[in-house]
């Protein structure tokens, strides 16, 4: 209770004696005084009074204003209300370019008809000055005889004051009437008012372009509607310069659909400049130097500037990895750098002296094997990276690495050339015995994977100093045994392979994401045809159409692409929820088609457990990875005739060629092999290793 009672006998004025400077003490915590406020609130006042002295002066001052400079006419009421709606209309398109006396008689003449009276005013604008003064000359006698009494000053500004009053009474919108007049200068000349009345030079907005042409013409009366619509609506200039600038973007669109007749073979080697596109993916054991490789080759090629390269070379020293920085030009996420391996696949584009390549850097590490086929799937030709020191190479082509796996799945994936690059033989002191070793291993193996000799071709190269990529190496050590070429000259001799740009539109998508503006972005390849910008296609599995606003090939903002670019495409019209990776864009009028089971032909690569009916396998096609089951043991074919040698098998071993019936637990969207081999492909995982690869022969419904 003692507490209690010192508050009842606490004095509070001992704590406020010394603050009463001002009159009134401040408490701590209030952020501003009283006084402070008082003046803020007093201020806001204040600010309203003048806005509504001047309302009241300015109606004070046009009472005496006559609402048109046409008073002194005798016109019954009714033709004055005619005459005040067509000056209205006429105003609201020219503006203050023109005196109200010539629109008061042009009005007069036409019988207050204001699209008339506005191609009259329009025409005797356009001629010279000696014509202007005759005119005015053939006026009534007394709008002449009012001009001249009226001095010119004095007469603009009763003009300017009536026509103030007017638009007031006019529109209950002050704001409407003094902002349309602007938009509608901007839509009859095609310039703001300050820089003149110039109608010549608004031949393109599709008014009157030249003096001789008639009063009632059609593109003249299509013009005034759209301005007194415009008048009429309550917009701001920043709206109507918007608008314009919307028109303006559309208008490739609008081409591009006028071009869809144009040769688009033609048209592809104008783009490139004579020069084919080629898909190249790198593959390779983990630690192989796949990454350090393509970089070097990226920096000597000029891709990656000097100043860039002193940077990574900096930073990799510093977290300990000084052999990394030829690599951190493809791996240029945080946690591959910090692991030091590849985790997704690394695009970027560099040209050779008849090439144009989009190189694909995938992830060696098995556990990164999905995004590796991924990027297979889109590739043409590959480059398979070997570790040539003593113990690396046995590892990765022993059982377990990666370079056979990857062998076998650029194979299944449609790629028939191959180059094999011998990566650090400088650690070997390019021994011409080491290189030969290497060769006549992988050589045999990879001829058993379906690669003929011709198309294989094995290059020894060194990524960390560089040495036979980009130029033939000068090392005496190995010119006085190779006299073959670089990387680089062994890229640029592979075959661009036909693209399919007369079949219908499909692309599939490898990623989305939202981008600035509207609508959001999709990436991927375009597997067959051609799309152009406004073209409307369909997006399967959810099976709505959607919009192409704009297409990106490689940072570059392009009106069309085709069968072959890794592109980014704008979308509009669909949610970006619906779509994801895995989707396929396709042809409104031929799309792709969707089922959950299908049957397929399937190779069987070194499996341990048999396959059964119902056994659980993981479908990789394209971007999709998908959960499956093998249903139907079909029959087993023989591998190089295709006869059936055992209808309703109980399983399947390795090396097996059968005929299989597959369900997955979605809908996924497949073609047959025999219609897009790019779409008809598909690879079988199951416990962290590839088991199979197959391609569609027959699609259920």
């Known amino acids: 209770m003692s507490r209690h009672r010192n508050v009842r006998g606490y004095n509070y004025d001992e704590d406020f004696e010394d603050d009463d400077m001002f009159g009134q003490s401040v408490e701590d915590d209030y952020c501003i005084s009283p006084a402070t406020a008082n003046q803020f609130i007093y201020s806001r006042r204040e600010l309203q009074a003048p806005k509504e002295e001047t309302l009241e002066e300015e109606e004070y001052e046009d009472e005496d204003v006559p609402m048109s400079p046409c008073v002194d006419l005798n016109l019954d009421p009714l033709d004055q209300a005619k005459l ?3 000056l209205d209309h006429m105003r609201a398109v020219l503006g203050d370019a023109v005196p109200d006396s010539v629109l008061t008689q042009a009005a007069l003449k036409h019988g207050f008809d204001p699209q008339k009276a506005l191609d009259a005013v329009l025409c005797e604008d ?5 014509v202007t003064r005759s005119g005015t000359e ?3 006698l007394v709008d002449r005889v009012v001009q001249e009494k009226t001095p010119l000053p004095q007469r603009t500004k009763q003009e300017t004051v009536a026509e103030k009053a007017k638009s007031r009474d006019a529109a209950p919108d002050k704001l409407d009437s003094e902002v349309v007049p602007k938009v509608a200068r901007m839509t009859v000349s095609g310039k703001k008012q300050t820089m003149g009345f110039d109608v010549p030079s608004s031949g393109e907005n599709g008014v009157i372009a030249c003096p001789a042409r008639r009063v009632d013409s059609p593109e003249n009366t299509k013009a005034t509607p759209a301005s007194e619509a415009a008048s009429k609506r309550p917009e701001t200039p920043s709206k109507g310069s918007n608008g314009d600038e919307v028109s303006a973007a559309a208008t490739p669109g609008r081409s591009g659909k006028a071009r869809q007749a144009i040769n688009i073979k033609a048209e592809l080697e104008r783009r490139q400049g004579g020069k084919p596109l080629l898909n190249l993916v790198v593959i390779g054991h983990v630690d192989a130097g796949k990454s350090t490789l393509m970089g070097h080759l990226l920096y000597l090629l000029g891709n990656v500037n000097k100043r860039t390269m002193h940077k990574y070379e900096q930073e990799s020293k510093k977290a300990g990895k000084a052999s990394f920085a030829y690599a951190w030009v493809l791996d240029e996420t945080g946690e591959e750098r910090d692991r030091g391996v590849t985790m997704d ?10 090439k144009v390549v989009t190189l694909m850097d995938a992830p060696g590490h098995k556990d990164f094997i999905p995004n590796m086929i991924t990027g297979a799937a889109q590739a043409d030709v590959a480059v398979l990276v070997v570790d040539a020191s003593r113990g690396e190479f046995e590892a990765g082509f022993e059982a377990g690495g990666q370079t056979r796996e990857h062998a076998l799945l650029v194979r299944s994936l449609g790629v028939t050339q191959l180059a094999v690059a011998v990566n650090k033989m400088d650690q070997v002191s390019w021994q011409q015995e080491r290189f030969q070793e290497i060769s006549s291993k992988l050589g045999h193996f990879l001829k058993q994977a379906g690669f003929k000799e011709s198309d294989v071709f094995f290059v020894p190269t060194s ?3 560089g040495e036979n990529l980009t130029a033939r190496s000068t090392v005496s050590e190995l010119t006085c045994w190779y006299k073959g070429p670089s990387l680089l000259e062994q890229i640029d001799a592979f075959k661009a392979p036909q693209r399919s740009i007369d079949k219908p539109f499909r692309l599939c998508v490898s990623d989305v994401f939202k981008d600035q503006g509207s609508g959001f972005c999709v990436t991927g390849k375009i597997e067959a045809g051609y799309i152009q910008t406004g073209d409307k296609v369909l997006a399967v599995p959810p099976n709505e159409s959607c919009t192409v606003k704009g297409i990106t090939l490689h940072d570059e903002a392009l009106d069309w692409a085709v069968a072959g670019d890794h592109v980014s495409l704008t979308v509009t019209g669909i949610d970006i929820i619906k ?3 895995g989707c396929v864009l396709c042809d409104l009028k031929e799309p792709i088609r969707v089922c959950t089971r299908f049957r397929a032909r399937i190779l069987l690569f070194n499996i341990e457990v048999p396959i059964t009916q119902g056994f659980p396998v993981l479908l ?10 093998i249903k139907k043991l079909i029959s087993v074919l023989h591998k190089s005739s295709g006869e059936i040698l055992k209808k309703k098998p109980k399983c ?17 969207s497949l073609e047959l092999y025999k219609d897009y081999k790019e779409l008809g492909r598909f690879m079988l995982r199951y416990v962290g290793s590839t088991i199979a690869a197959g391609v569609v022969t027959e699609i259920k419904d």
Request: contains cysteine; hydrophobic residues 30%; neutral net charge.
């Open 84 to 86: 005040y709606s067509c």
């Open 138 to 140: 053939d006026m009534p």
């Open 579 to 581: 779509i994801n990776v």
């Open 126 to 130: 356009t001629k010279t000055a000696p």
């Open 620 to 629: 990789h096609y394209q971007t999709v990875s998908e959960p499956a089951t």
């Open 345 to 354: 696949v690394g695009m970027t584009k560099f040209e050779t002296n008849s």
């Open 463 to 465: 990524g960390l100093s």
């Open 652 to 668: 399947l071993s390795k090396g097996m060629n059968a005929i299989v019936e597959i369900q997955t637990q979605r809908p996924v």
